[in-house]
């Protein structure tokens, strides 16, 4: 087997995180979140299969964020994103070829760069710096 195809195996990773209030920055933000993940998945991997997706629940309104395709880039359904709300977001990375444990810590660098805070798995605050 080529030595480049041993983790071919599809994978998954999922986070919940928030920010208290949206900003006119916010949806740049996160889609930027979503191509660096994606950008890393190509350079891992060789190449980007999978999707990339995240739901941005606020007030009344979910808006989700879909990437499939590097070319094609973000797309935005259900916008636009209202400014000065507090948004629960979830963000997920299913692809192959990349390894579980380092695909959840570029997602999680990420996100908590770019100033949103991110859950662990028992619903607690977790902020990595």
């Given at each position: 087997?080529?030595?480049?195809?041993?983790?071919?195996?599809?994978?998954?990773?999922?986070?919940?995180?928030?920010?208290?209030?949206?900003?006119?920055?916010?949806?740049?933000?996160?889609?930027?979140?979503?191509?660096?993940?994606?950008?890393?998945?190509?350079?891992?991997?060789?190449?980007?299969?999978?999707?990339?997706?995240?739901?941005?629940?606020?007030?009344e309104k979910t808006m989700t964020l879909n990437l499939t395709d590097l070319k094609r880039g973000v797309e935005h359904h259900n916008g636009p994103m209202p400014h000065g709300v507090r948004a629960d977001i979830k963000f997920m990375s299913a692809v192959v070829d990349v390894d579980r444990v380092e695909l959840s810590e570029v997602m999680k660098r990420t996100f908590t760069k770019n100033g949103f805070k991110v859950k662990d798995d028992r619903k607690k605050i977790v902020e990595f710096r």
């Open positions: 087997m080529d030595e480049g195809y041993k983790n071919s195996g599809g994978t998954g990773y999922g986070l919940i995180a928030y920010t208290e209030k949206t900003d006119g920055n916010t949806l740049s933000l996160l889609s930027g979140a979503m191509v660096e993940v994606a950008e890393w998945i190509e350079a891992a991997s060789g190449f980007f299969l999978g999707h990339v997706k995240m739901a941005v629940a606020m007030s």
